[in-house]
């Protein structure tokens, strides 16, 4: 693909026509062993933290897996 057709796809395809995997999702009362296992199970790298009941839940914050190796293995956590 040449960089003008990809340049002519950025410009006309939408989000909704590629095809998307469901986003793993956590609560923030989930303990970080939880969210490593969540994001282990659904084999990726982040997880969506999601506060309230599904119909009215909202986003409060993402964990990566930069996160767990920043703030729990290189700070020697348990």
Do not use: Y
Not at 1 to 14: A, F, I, Q, V
Not at 18 to 25: A, S, Y
């Amino acid at each position: 693909m040449g960089s003008t057709s990809l340049s002519k796809w950025l410009r006309r395809d939408k989000v909704s026509s590629l095809r998307l995997r469901e986003v793993c999702r956590v609560s923030p009362r989930d303990t970080v062993a939880q969210v490593v296992r969540a994001m282990a199970d659904c084999h990726t790298g982040f997880v969506l933290v999601m506060e309230g009941a599904d119909g009215a839940s909202r986003l409060v914050g993402i964990f990566t897996e930069r996160d767990f190796v920043n703030r729990v293995v290189a700070a020697g956590a348990d």
